[in-house]
């Protein structure tokens, strides 16, 4: 099948590529693009948005020695623009904007170089960028980037983000003052005088349409008239911070669409990288596919969508790309490969080593066990092995590594003894490996699923006054706002008791540990209980409490063995832990916390024992515990 050579036009102001199918036109030099024309329609992007608001590549930067999340908004605007590549199947545009002393304090020091690029016959264009910081520039914080798509309101009204996570959404316009009311925080608005009076009465709020980074590979918008997608896919997390499990945004009301590649959100600061005068740094982020596509009138909207998945798949398994002209993008030919197999070892689950089936596997920049999770500043290639822990990861950059991994249903983190290091073309056999999960003695009694995830336990239905419809009937049943609220409406009086033997996690472990609303709207921390019989007290040692969490949000967990006086010091505290804001941005998860306690026999008795969790932070509703699994092993 022959296509028609690109077309590019160089204007005074503007660039325009046309490959016949689509017309994509960015400003010049600054490389915001500005319009694209598409299956009759003159712009997919907002016209009543100045042209520096639709279609741009941004950042959030702070300086050095800065803490916290926020920092200053920069849309990033070249000042350079030149041709990288003209042909007859391929143009590549470069629109970069070089940092130098007299900039300091203005713009991030960074060297950015935005690209895009248009292949012919492809009904979409690409766009990745280069970012570099060199030794001897001084240091600062880089809070988040990401691009950013902004179409026209009157014509993308659908949204879509998985199968079972798609809808007919809101205007702008409902949550502006009069139409909407802010509730808790800004992002969350109550819709009070829709435009469309069928949204009155729901809650919109970005955060309830993130996603985990292994589940984001396609999202995006249908337009009903003509029946028109705009779909962004991500072919590899490679560039993404904080590993599979990292939560981003997506798209949302606006029309948005989002490629979020660096954010604290589900972490805090934890994941905003922090670079020092002196430390040089460079990373390619992207590309990504911007894609479009249509069907004749009268066909099923649902079309479009199923297209756009099977479109990812294709960009998936063309991934490294070939295309990108820029050296810092590795080839597959420069890239490597690890593969091996993954085994369980738990003396007290099998004698023999278990296959790690359905495993996270993946390598990530040296460190310690775990700190995959934290790591925000270069690549991580992750894989899921198959049943029998066999694992495969293909197409490495080269560098220096670890092998890290994570087995559902065991607690804890797995990091290989040996480090590892991709050269191009090499193909390393690991053989067998084994994780030997926390484990000191026999199972007395457990609460949960080992998944690093809340899901498992009870959720409750929202408050009918603030909800999402979107979620009412939905595996997803923690996506609401103000379940934080209904904590002190379920357990008015006395917080939540669960007793070994009789209770079901599934309906009596309610899903977040939260603070309780007292009558003057002031906040109280929270005891929760956990009572369990022994028939007899092993002497002489000590049982093991392990509490997995999966999620913190400036909370502090203590422990306490048959001692209900939170005046008493406690067998164990955390301290302050955790900001990652998963309970108000509606996540099931956030980062994973292991705790392993010592309990001395002494303080258990033959009979009747309470271990209480107290969550002492009781300034906010907001704060509170995620709990993953929490198990008692006998000596």
């Known amino acids: ?47 009543l948005n100045e042209e520096e608001n639709r279609g741009y590549w941004d950042i959030v930067w702070s300086p050095e020695g800065s803490t916290g999340t926020t920092g200053t908004f920069e849309r990033i605007k070249a000042t350079t623009f030149k041709v990288i590549l003209e042909a007859k199947e391929q143009v590549e545009l470069s629109f970069s904007r ?54 026209r309101k009157e014509k993308f009204h659908y949204m879509a983000i998985a199968d079972n996570r798609q809808r007919y959404m809101p205007l702008p316009d409902d949550r502006l003052p009069g139409r909407g009311q802010e ?15 069928e949204f009155k009465g729901e809650v919109d709020d970005k ?12 999202h995006g918008w249908i337009c009903m008239d003509p029946l028109v997608g705009f779909w962004q896919i991500t072919p590899s997390n490679e560039f993404r911070s904080g590993g599979p499990l990292k939560q981003n945004l997506t798209s949302h009301v606006g029309p948005t669409n989002l490629a979020v590649f660096l954010s604290a959100h589900y972490a805090g600061e ?52 070939s295309f990108p002209s820029s050296e810092d993008f590795q080839k597959s030919t420069q890239r490597g490969n690890v593969s091996g197999r993954l085994l369980v070892q738990d003396r007290f689950a099998s004698n023999d080593p278990l296959p790690a089936s359905c495993a996270y596997v993946g390598l990530a920049p040296r460190g310690d066990v775990g700190s995959w999770q934290r790591e925000c500043k270069d690549y991580q290639f992750w894989t899921t092995a198959d049943t029998s822990g066999n694992f495969s990861i293909t197409n490495i950059r080269t560098g220096d590594y670890n092998l890290y991994a994570w087995v559902p249903g065991f607690i804890g983190d797995y990091k290989s003894d040996v480090p590892i290091t991709i050269t191009s073309g090499c193909k390393i056999e690991t053989g ?10 026999p199972t007395i009694w457990e609460i949960g699923i080992p998944n690093r995830s809340a899901r498992e336990f009870y959720v409750p239905d929202p408050n009918p006054n603030y ?30 008791v669960y007793t070994i033997g009789q209770s079901d996690y599934r309906k009596d472990w309610f899903f977040a540990q939260f603070n309780r609303k007292k009558d003057d709207s002031t906040y109280q921390g929270t005891t929760w209980q956990i009572k369990f019989e022994l028939d007899s007290i092993s002497t002489g040692g000590n049982y093991k409490l392990r509490v997995a969490l999966a999620s913190a949000a400036q909370a502090i967990l203590q422990v306490r063995v048959n001692d209900q006086n939170t005046e008493n010091s406690p067998l164990f505290s955390s301290g302050l832990i955790g900001k990652d804001n998963s309970i108000a941005r509606h996540g ?12 001395p026999s002494t303080l258990l008795v033959s009979g009747s024992n309470t271990i209480n969790l107290t969550q002492a932070n009781g300034t906010s509703p907001l704060q509170g515990l995620l709990y993953d699994y929490i198990r008692l092993e006998g000596p």
Not at 1 to 8: A, C, E, F, N, P
Not at 190 to 195: F, S
Not at 280 to 308: H, M, Q, R, S, T
Request: proline residues 6%.
């Open 207 to 218: 955060y309830l349409y993130s996603c985990d980074n292994k589940d984001l590979k396609v």
């Open 1 to 47: 099948m022959s296509h028609s050579r690109i077309q590019l036009s160089v204007q005074d102001e503007h660039v325009v590529m046309d490959n016949g199918i689509l017309q994509v036109t960015i400003s010049k030099p600054d490389g915001i693009v500005t319009g694209i024309c598409y299956n009759g329609i003159d712009n997919l992007l907002e016209v």
């Open 432 to 441: 067998d490996l084994t994780y030997q999960p926390p484990r000191d003695g």
């Open 588 to 599: 099931i998860h956030g980062l994973y916390w292991l705790f392993n306690l010592d309990i």
């Open 183 to 197: 509730l808790a925080y800004p992002e969350a608005v109550l819709l009070v005088n829709p435009v469309e009076p």
């Open 467 to 496: 909800i999402n419809k979107l979620y009412t009937i939905h595996l997803d049943r923690f996506r609401q706002y103000g379940l934080w609220e209904r904590y002190a409406e379920l357990y008015p009086q006395n917080d939540l």
């Open 98 to 151: 070089t940092w130098n002393t007299s900039l300091e304090g203005k713009l991030a020091p960074l060297n950015i170089d935005k690209r895009f690029v248009m292949l012919s016959g492809s009904s979409g264009f690409y766009s990745y960028a280069i970012y570099e910081h060199l030794k001897e520039w001084p240091g600062f914080n880089l809070d988040e980037t990401r691009i950013a798509f902004k179409l």
């Open 270 to 321: 934890d994941l905003v990288p922090k670079f020092q005068r002196g430390e040089p740094w460079k990373k390619v982020f992207g590309p990504v596919f911007l894609y479009l596509n249509n069907i004749l009138e009268g066909e099923d909207p649902c079309l479009l969508w199923e297209d756009a998945k099977k479109q990812m798949m294709i960009e998936v398994n063309c991934w490294p790309y």
